[in-house]
């Protein structure tokens, strides 16, 4: 037999709970009744609410566009700048040599161009070469090739004035002479005379 308050098994001849003492009704025993099992209804089915993660908040996507346009823009001012600036402001090392030059006796000229490639003229006939020039030491050489050969020399410039084998050039205008011009005053007397007279 069991208390009825705390649940405390007793002796059956017990008048009162040792454990909480409440007082113990004696009953009489009887037969004991068969109850059969109760059938329950199936509880429902206890599902847990969803729960969501919290969808993070996007903030629309800016265009890159302008960016990449701006960066083109800054990028093609600057290779501008650096263009003037190299070419016009602080020229290269052959600045000083680069352009036409005429020979002082106004037989030949020399056209140098940046990319280190040149033009000999002289008294109608046109020559293609290749120069090396030292900044420092305002000395170089040419090399120059005509009628299957080649020739190299060496040029200098002192105060304005570039020396290539024995000739002198200058950057002022000298009017050119052409292969006639060589022979004028020359007195060649009746050494051409076909006539075949004395």
């Not at 969803?50 to 903030?59: G, H, I, L, R």
């Not at 020739?151 to 006639?180: C, M, P, W």
Request: net charge negative; proline share 6%; charged share 15%.
């Amino acid at each position: 037999m069991f208390c009825t308050k705390c649940g405390q098994q007793i002796n059956e001849n017990a008048s009162f709970c040792v454990n909480c003492g409440n007082k113990v009704e004696q009953t009489q025993p009887s037969a004991p009744q068969y109850t059969p099992p109760t059938q329950y209804a199936q509880p429902p089915q206890y599902a847990p609410p969803q729960q969501y993660a919290p969808q993070p908040q996007y903030a629309p996507k800016k265009s890159k566009t302008g960016l990449i346009v701006g960066l083109c823009a800054g990028a093609v001012v600057i290779a501008a700048v650096l263009v003037v600036l190299f070419v016009f402001v602080f020229p290269g090392g052959d600045a000083e040599l680069v352009g036409k030059w005429y020979d002082t006796q106004g037989y030949s000229t020399i056209d140098f161009a940046a990319n280190n490639t040149l033009k000999i003229s002289s008294m109608g006939f046109d020559m293609q070469g290749n120069y090396n020039y030292d900044t420092q030491t305002k000395r170089g050489k040419i090399d120059i090739s005509f009628f299957g050969m080649s020739d190299t020399s060496d040029f200098y410039i002192e105060d304005g004035i570039l020396h290539l084998n024995g000739e002198s050039y200058s950057r002022e205008a000298v009017t050119q002479k052409n292969i006639g011009d060589m022979f004028e005053g020359l007195d060649f007397g009746n050494s051409f005379n076909m006539d075949g007279g004395d």
